[in-house]
């Protein structure tokens, strides 16, 4: 029988939470690194990019908006679908950055003749980034809020957004606001060097934003943003750094916008194919509880019962090894085998009664199968390898094979556990887990049933006789 000690299970909720936090962290601290890395290359080894030409600027910006508008397709479409506020902030901000990067092809076009027109068009491409990274920030609030039950008062925002307007139109009709715009012009601050500022400083609180809820609320949208903002607000700090030239540079930090744009449409195909995955994973498990749920109809006894029932777990889930136990008479004492598939072991057989507190090993009672008995919660144990209470499972693991413990509830009590062996698994998530639990919570009044129905039939023979 399965076990685990209690620092294993703690390392593995390390492993377990390490991907998510610290793992992204270091990801993008690498991501970060090589962009610094290339750009110093570049300006080291003097690449023949200090004059680029009017064409070289066009087609960057024109990807850049490629890229920026095939991700505001995508928030549009889930907008579309959830009506969510956050997907309704996400496909603002990408729509300002759509219409950032167009702006960048009209100026580098040349269309534009009056240089006035040009500088407030330049203002306002420039004034578009902390606009968007601002619009991000609170998208990913607003998403944090609805996965964890929060209502976001939208009404509140609304009104809010109302009374900016309304105050602003007081001001220009007024002459507040060509006052102020006055008192700015005569200072000597440059508006580009105070947007560059707003962007720096946008992109790393969105950086640590998204950073921090990929950790610890997965979502499709939060990785790629983190990999865009590595690249925004490293784009940002150095314009602030290399102010007096932003004419040499400016190419090559349109250069690390697009590599941040790419790694972001990457990062998104990738975690869409994660969900469509996820989605094709959920179906088959539907199927499993399906064939479940039918094998506990033709079952005619408790044997042919349990039988069905690891059978239909296996075959849900790709033939994994399925072990089954039941609990004795003397209830939290022992254990019985009552059903076995997928393993070739003479050590694992049917009627086999694993006592919980044996007095060879005293710890085995709080080993992994026994925690999930007496807790009545699911056990996940990864150190396959270096525990020694696998070695059953060690004939059909891999690397990152692992054992989950379901325990099998029935009126405030556990009548017994179910453990399923995942080979090539090196975790399963959250979905997986309460699958498991609805099916064996679906299957435990049945088997108790059966067990009701043998008891019966014993004390009628034993009257009999």
């Not at 908006?65 to 479409?77: I, N, P, R």
């Not at 609990?327 to 694992?348: F, R």
């Not at 009548?415 to 064996?440: K, P, T």
Request: hydrophobic residues 50%; glycine residues 6%; charged residues 15%.
């Amino acid at each position: 029988m399965s076990s685990m000690s209690s620092d294993s299970s703690v390392e593995s909720d390390k492993l377990r939470n390490f991907p998510q936090g610290a793992g992204l962290t270091i990801k993008l601290g690498f991501w970060g690194a090589f962009l610094i890395a290339t750009l110093a290359v570049s300006v080291v080894a003097k690449l023949p990019f200090t004059a680029p030409s009017a064409q070289a600027y066009i087609t960057i910006c024109a990807m850049t908006s490629a890229v920026y508008l095939a991700v505001f397709t995508h928030c549009l479409m889930r907008l579309a679908y959830c009506r969510c506020p956050s997907w309704l902030l996400y496909t603002s901000s990408f729509a300002a950055l759509s219409i950032s990067g167009l702006i960048g092809v009209v100026l580098n076009l040349g269309l534009i003749e009056s240089d006035i027109t040009w500088r407030r068009l330049y203002l306002l491409r420039s004034a578009l980034l902390p606009t968007a990274t601002t619009l991000l920030v609170f998208a990913s609030h607003a998403l944090k809020a609805s996965t964890r039950g929060y209502r976001l008062r939208t009404w509140k925002i609304s009104v809010c957004a109302v009374l900016v307007v309304g105050f602003l139109v007081v001001m220009w009709r007024t002459g507040v606001w060509y006052f102020t715009c006055s008192m700015i012009r005569s200072s000597n601050m440059d508006p580009l060097l105070a947007i560059y500022t707003a962007s720096a400083a946008t992109s790393i609180v969105l950086l640590y934003n998204v950073n921090k809820l990929a950790g610890s609320s997965p979502n499709e949208i939060f990785v790629p943003v983190c990999y865009w903002s590595v690249a925004m607000v490293i784009e940002s700090v150095l314009t602030l750094i290399s102010w007096t030239f932003l004419d040499t540079l400016r190419f090559k930090m349109m250069g690390i916008e697009l590599a941040g744009v790419m790694a972001m449409l990457i990062g998104l195909s990738m975690e869409n194919e994660r969900a469509h995955r996820g989605a094709a994973q959920q179906m088959s498990d539907l199927e499993a509880m399906q064939k479940v749920s039918w094998s506990l109809v033709g079952a005619g006894d408790l044997m042919e019962l349990m039988s069905t029932f690891v059978k239909a777990i296996s075959e849900g889930f790709q033939d994994a090894p399925v072990v089954a136990y039941l609990d004795k008479e003397d209830v939290g004492e022992s254990l019985t085998i009552a059903a076995v598939t997928g393993i070739d072991d003479p050590a694992i057989y049917f009627g086999k009664v694993c006592s919980l507190r044996p007095e060879r090993r005293p710890g085995f009672h709080n080993g992994h199968t026994a925690r999930a008995f007496a807790s009545s919660e699911v056990q996940t144990a990864k150190a396959v390898f270096s525990d020694v209470e696998f070695m059953p499972w060690r004939m059909v693991a891999h690397e990152d094979g692992m054992v989950v413990s379901v325990p099998l509830p029935y009126q405030n009590r556990v009548i017994g556990v179910v453990n399923l062996f995942l080979a090539g698994a090196r975790d399963v998530s959250d979905d997986r887990i309460r699958q498991l639990e609805a099916i064996a919570a679906a299957v435990s009044p049945a088997i108790e049933n059966a067990r009701l129905r043998v008891r019966i039939a014993d004390v009628s023979l034993e009257q009999a006789a």
